[in-house]
């Protein structure tokens, strides 16, 4: 997902209609599109290693979020986007209003990239991350965590280039559970 570019590319025609109406010139009714932000990677392997340090930047913030204090969830949406940062908000927004208490961090154990745009403005990765030592408790002590929760969480992540930097914009439970 794109953030809003600070004119609309309606604007921008209106405007470019506008001059032309104020200086008799023709032009031509299209404007031409912003340029978009390309991603300053020189391979493949500078992208996926700046796609991984985000992910694994998000991971370590997610491990210092306290449920009870919603000011520890910004540097997680710091690193999100779109469809991503929506369930993480839904999802640490019910934490807070069911007052759950969080122990133990998620280890990402494994990075595999996948495929990107050959811009490199959006990359694809198949994240292992070992979930084993999480526990979350309700106010009366009951452990929310499901009984047959696998120790490794495995995801293939997207990321976009956006702001001079990558974020999370989607991320769905892999088909093939493998980490290897």
Not at 26 to 32: G, H, L, N
Not at 36 to 64: I, Q
Request: hydrophobic share 40%; with cysteine; charged share 20%.
């Amino acid at each position: 997902m794109t953030r809003p570019h600070s004119l609309s590319t309606r604007a921008l025609a209106a405007l470019a209609v506008s001059l032309v109406l104020l200086t008799g010139c023709t032009a031509d009714p299209k404007p031409s599109p912003s340029p978009t932000p390309t991603p300053p990677f020189a391979s493949k392997k500078d992208a996926f290693a700046a796609a991984e340090a985000t992910y694994r930047a998000y991971n370590d913030a997610l491990n210092l979020v306290d449920p009870a204090d919603p000011a520890t969830f910004e540097a997680v949406f710091e690193r999100t986007t779109g469809d991503f940062q929506a369930v993480d908000r839904k999802n640490l927004s019910v934490m807070h209003a069911e007052e759950l208490t969080v122990s133990g961090a998620n280890t990402v154990v494994a990075f595999h990239p996948l495929r990107t745009t050959a811009t490199y403005d959006e990359v694809r990765a198949r994240i292992c991350v070992d979930v084993s030592s999480v526990q979350i408790v309700d106010a009366r002590g009951a452990s929310r965590v499901a009984q047959d929760r696998a120790p490794i969480y495995v995801a293939d992540v997207t990321f976009v280039w956006s702001d001079d930097a990558y974020l999370i914009s989607r991320a769905s439970k892999a088909d093939d559970s493998s980490c290897g």
